[in-house]
Nanobody, 125 residues
């Protein structure tokens, strides 16, 4: 129904930047404009909300720890969502997941019905 594939992760020094991409495909995604989100999960921790964007890009939301450093955006013509990450810190190290929202809150995993496989981001100090 909806397939999500993340890319762009890697190893970067503190203070550096990365841009994650999430390519979406599938009949459901093509037929219904979907709100999208980025989450992350560090070893031994629960998956946490990072950022979200509405289907038309008019609404965005961020967790406080990334405000002013990360920017979520989308290109609906390319069915792609981006997460630009600047001024990276070691505590940003995690597997980052892209997700498509189906209902409910933007900030809880329960609101998202489709997930990518994740991409590793490692920030060295």
């Amino acid at each position: 129904q909806v397939q999500l594939v993340e890319s762009g992760g890697g190893l970067v020094q503190a203070g550096g930047s990365l841009r994650l991409s999430c390519a979406a495909s599938g009949r459901t995604f093509r037929n219904y404009a979907m709100d999208m989100g980025w989450f992350r999960q560090a070893p031994g921790k629960e998956r946490e909300f990072v950022a979200a964007i509405s289907w038309n890009g008019a609404y965005t939301s961020y967790v406080d720890s990334v405000k002013g450093r990360f920017t979520i955006s989308r290109d609906n013509a390319k069915n792609t969502v981006y997460l630009q990450m600047n001024s990276l810190k070691p505590e940003d190290t995690a597997v980052y997941y892209c997700a498509a929202r189906v209902s409910g809150s933007y900030v809880y995993t329960s609101g998202y019905g489709y997930w990518g496989q994740g991409t590793q981001v490692t920030v060295s100090s």
